[in-house]
T-cell receptor, first 115, second 112 residues
Framework: DTEVTQTPKHLVMGMTNKKSLKCEQH?????MYWYKQKAKKPPELMFV???????INESVPSRFSPECPNSSLLNLHLHALQPEDSALYLC??????????????FGEGSRLTVL | DQQVKQNSPSLSVQEGRISILNCDYT??????FLWYKKYPAEGPTFLIS?????DKNEDGRFTVFLNKSAKHLSLHIVPSQPGDSAVYFC???????????FGKGTHLIIQP
């Protein structure tokens, strides 16, 4: 069982809907990440939170809005998405530090379909 | 431009033989490399890593080799087992709190 929990596992939404993806970890990690993965492509980094502060935003459209309420939780708010945003959204966490993120622990992902 | 390249989309190996998965990188700032394994409908799971100060790291059936001058790393699995059939991603980090940069993955198929 993964120690990073993502909900929901599957989400279908229309282009006018507002929804959220949630991620939780209880490993005491201080860095959390959102990755987007489309079929037959590598995971692509969207956001990095380090010590609950957004440290990296890889020029992701504003229809994706991350939120880190505390060090254990990471949300991704979705609004006015497009069909091309349909993908597997992966949350990950790591200890973080000056030497790099080290091992990332991934959740099972949230499969998003935008109609 | 891809900074981490896995040029073989798929690889088929007989059970019991050695599987060798390759990865090349272009960013000389990368100093930590990881391999992840991914089954369908699951998130990637960590397999093995190597720091740039080493050229080999071994963990059971899995060994990762790093050739810094060639900017190349490889994952050896021996002996290969049916449960090893999965997509394997090579990933690299340049330090700090950045996330990892992933290659496109290699689909390893272990034939009985």
């Amino acid at each position: 069982d993964t120690e990073v929990t993502q909900t929901p596992k599957h989400l279908v939404m229309g282009m006018t809907n507002k929804k959220s993806l949630k991620c939780e970890q209880h490993m005491g990690h201080r860095a959390m990440y959102w990755y987007k993965q489309k079929a037959k492509k590598p995971p692509e980094l969207m956001f990095v939170y380090s010590y609950e502060k957004l440290s990296i935003n890889e020029s992701v459209p504003s229809r994706f809005s991350p939120e880190c309420p505390n060090s254990s939780l990471l949300n991704l708010h979705l609004h006015a998405l497009q069909p091309e945003d349909s993908a597997l959204y992966l949350c990950a966490s790591s200890r973080a530090g000056l030497r790099g993120p080290g091992e990332l622990f991934f959740g099972e992902g949230s499969r998003l379909t935008v109609l | 431009d891809q900074q981490v390249k896995q040029n073989s989309p798929s690889l088929s190996v007989q059970e019991g033989r050695i599987s060798i998965l390759n990865c090349d990188y272009t960013n000389s700032m990368f100093d930590y490399f990881l391999w992840y394994k991914k089954y369908p409908a699951e998130g990637p799971t960590f397999l093995i890593s190597i720091s740039s100060i080493k050229d080999k790291n071994e963990d059971g059936r899995f060994t990762v080799f790093l050739n810094k001058s060639a900017k190349h790393l490889s994952l050896h699995i021996v002996p290969s087992q049916p449960g090893d059939s999965a997509v394997y991603f090579c990933a690299a980090s340049a330090g700090g709190a950045d996330g990892l940069t992933f290659g496109k993955g290699t689909h390893l198929i272990i034939q009985p």
